[in-house]
């Protein structure tokens, strides 16, 4: 009787130790799909909004946070205001680059209403999504100064989440 006691007391207590541990770890974000951390940010030309033509390669030596978006995508929607306060707070030590995957839309008339003063490409290809292997929106790619990808994180962000890169 002991025996069993003590046998349902280990297993019980092996049992909360592997489930703290599984609450405990966070999702991995190489385990995401898209482009693995560590690797070079593939270069790119887009049109932005303006009109101008813009490189990934023209932020080589500044951190860059590059997010793919929609017009028609409610968490965009939702995380567009913090975006703006973060890179009107931030915009002289990252470059905040939105590209949009359905420039057929009123994207100007979107980027109006909302507020918007960082740049925003228009993939009206899909060249970019599909080199950046973007399967969900809003995704975004964090790059460092060398142009190495170090975060992505697919969903909504609160401006809490966008400042943690700058602070890693």
Not at 93 to 101: P, T
Not at 126 to 139: A, G, L, N, R
Request: hydrophobic residues 45%; aromatic residues 8%; proline residues 5%.
């Amino acid at each position: 009787m002991v025996k069993k006691i003590i046998a349902v007391v280990i297993l019980t207590a092996l049992l909360t130790v592997a489930i703290v541990q599984a609450m405990e770890k966070e999702e991995q974000p190489d385990n995401l799909p898209g482009l693995k951390m560590g690797v070079k940010a593939p270069d790119f030309e887009l049109t932005a909004l303006t009109g101008e033509k813009v490189q990934l390669s023209d932020y080589k030596g500044k951190k860059v946070m590059l997010n793919f978006w929609a017009t028609w995508c409610p968490p965009c929607k939702a995380e567009m205001p913090a975006m703006e306060k973060f890179y009107r707070d931030m915009k002289d030590e990252i470059a905040v680059l939105a590209v949009n995957i359905d420039p057929k839309n009123d994207v100007k008339g979107f980027a109006e209403e909302k507020g918007v003063t960082f740049t925003i490409l228009l993939d009206d290809q899909e060249e970019v999504s599909k080199i950046y292997q973007i399967i969900s929106i809003p995704t975004t790619y964090y790059i460092d100064e060398a142009g190495i990808v170090q975060s992505k994180h697919i969903g909504a962000m609160t401006q809490e989440q966008m400042n943690q890169f700058i602070n890693e």
